[in-house]
């Protein structure tokens, strides 16, 4: 059993940053994919990024390349996604979820795990 806590949500200024982090309980998160969704008012939740169980591998929605990136520290058992460059269409809730596995998963009924949310707000 994992249990995710999300946290570092808020609001900003488009063009600003926020540092998203998912403290994980557990003794074997280092085996565990960990990715980070998000779910804008209306709208169905989406995928954002992933990461790999060793951090060796990641993989981003098309709508945030080059502006969020996704890290992990294992020794912490804590996964980060950093997000810059931000937009009022980045508005959502953001979820961070995982899945014991060696493989990158980007669908939602792949992970096994779920927080609670964080609320990320961008103002115009």
């Known amino acids: 059993q994992v249990q995710l806590v999300e946290s570092g949500g808020g609001l900003v200024q488009a063009g600003g940053s926020l540092r998203l982090s998912c403290a994980a309980s557990g003794r074997t998160f280092s085996s565990y994919a960990m990715g980070w969704f998000r779910q804008a008012p209306g709208k169905e939740r989406e995928f954002v990024a992933v990461i790999s169980w060793s951090g060796g591998s990641t993989y981003y929605a098309d709508s945030v390349k080059g502006r969020f990136t996704i890290s992990r520290d294992n020794a912490k058992n804590t996964v980060y996604l950093q997000m810059n460059s931000l937009k009022p269409e980045d508005t959502a809730v953001y979820y961070c979820?995982?899945?014991?596995?060696?493989?990158?998963?980007?669908?939602?009924?792949?992970?096994?795990?779920w927080g609670q949310g964080t609320q990320v707000t961008v103002s115009s």
């Open positions: 979820a995982a899945r014991e596995t060696m493989q990158i998963l980007t669908r939602e009924f792949q992970f096994d795990y």
